[in-house]
């Protein structure tokens, strides 16, 4: 009677057994008792299905299931939208980067890569240069008499909209060469004395100041419209890239820097939209 109540009473148990391949002696056992595998057996099939409803959800694996799912197809067409506008925006930033580089490279004369033409066009103007440094013994020199401020200019009653950069003369001097885009001039000569201040045309910020082996001590200024203003062959620069200029405050002084440099001027151009324009188109004349 007590043997019948005990077996009544005893427990099923079931035995795991993890056996090594390497060494049979040291095998593992595991009992459970029924209640405790249904336990496990339950959190794995819930982990599982958690795995997978995530899976869904954060991976790429719900759209190429194609199972419909408006919070899924809600939350990747606000990320796909912000991620175009931010592309967008990046693109826009990045092509006005590399057009300004660009327009500031090409009126510094980096052309990139040498070529047989801009070696050519570089034997013209040095040429060209030797030229006017003969002419200039003579009395043929086409703006050896020019004061910088008699000079073709605006009159200020004549200002429009077309004429939206007025700009001062940079220096006192006169003008001994003038705009020849076909010889590679792309700007004015404007000599004087060694010292002399240069001014700033137009209100504007610095983006450049510094050296090049060319054109010597050099500054650009960046003025509202797409205007850039350069002031080449300074003796010395009295300003930082970045800093702010107003019209008609000293940026240099006159000088006789760089390899190009035939005597002590400076060497005014401005450029729209990252091309050489006449200078004399933009310049008030103070007379007026």
């Not at 450049?208 to 003796?235: M, P």
């Amino acid at each position: 009677m007590a043997e019948r109540e005990h077996h009544k009473t005893k427990r099923t148990h079931y035995t795991i057994v993890l056996v090594p391949n390497e060494d049979a002696a040291q095998s593992r056992n595991f009992r459970f008792v029924p209640w405790q595998l249904a336990l496990i057996a339950a959190l794995a099939v819930v982990c599982v299905i958690g795995l997978f409803v995530g899976a869904l959800v954060y991976t790429p694996l719900g759209a190429w299931l194609s199972i419909p799912n408006p919070e899924l197809e809600n939350r990747y067409g606000r990320e796909f939208v912000a991620l175009n506008n931010r592309m967008a925006n990046m693109m826009s930033q990045l092509l006005e980067l590399r057009t300004y580089n660009a327009m500031l490279r090409n009126a510094l004369g980096d052309k990139g890569r040498p070529d047989t033409s801009a070696l050519r066009r570089e034997a013209l103007r040095a040429e060209a240069a030797r030229d006017d440094m003969q002419s200039a013994q003579g009395t043929d020199l086409r703006y050896a008499s020019t004061p910088a401020g008699g000079l073709q200019s605006i009159p200020r009653q004549e200002l429009t909209p077309t004429t939206a950069f007025p700009a001062l003369f940079p220096t006192e001097g006169y003008v001994t060469r003038g705009f020849e885009p076909d010889r590679g001039h792309f700007g004015l000569d404007i000599a004087g004395k060694v010292g002399t201040p240069i001014r700033a045309a137009a209100d504007g910020y610095v983006v450049f100041a510094g050296w090049t082996l060319q054109d010597g001590n050099i500054i650009i200024v960046s003025h509202t419209g797409g205007f850039l203003t350069f002031y080449k062959h300074n003796h010395a620069l009295m300003k930082n890239a970045g800093m702010f200029v107003r019209r008609g405050e000293s940026v240099a002084v006159l000088g006789n820097t760089g390899e190009s440099s035939l005597g002590p001027h400076v060497h005014f151009e401005v450029w729209k939209d990252g091309s050489p324009r006449d200078p004399a188109l933009y310049l008030l004349n103070p007379n007026s």
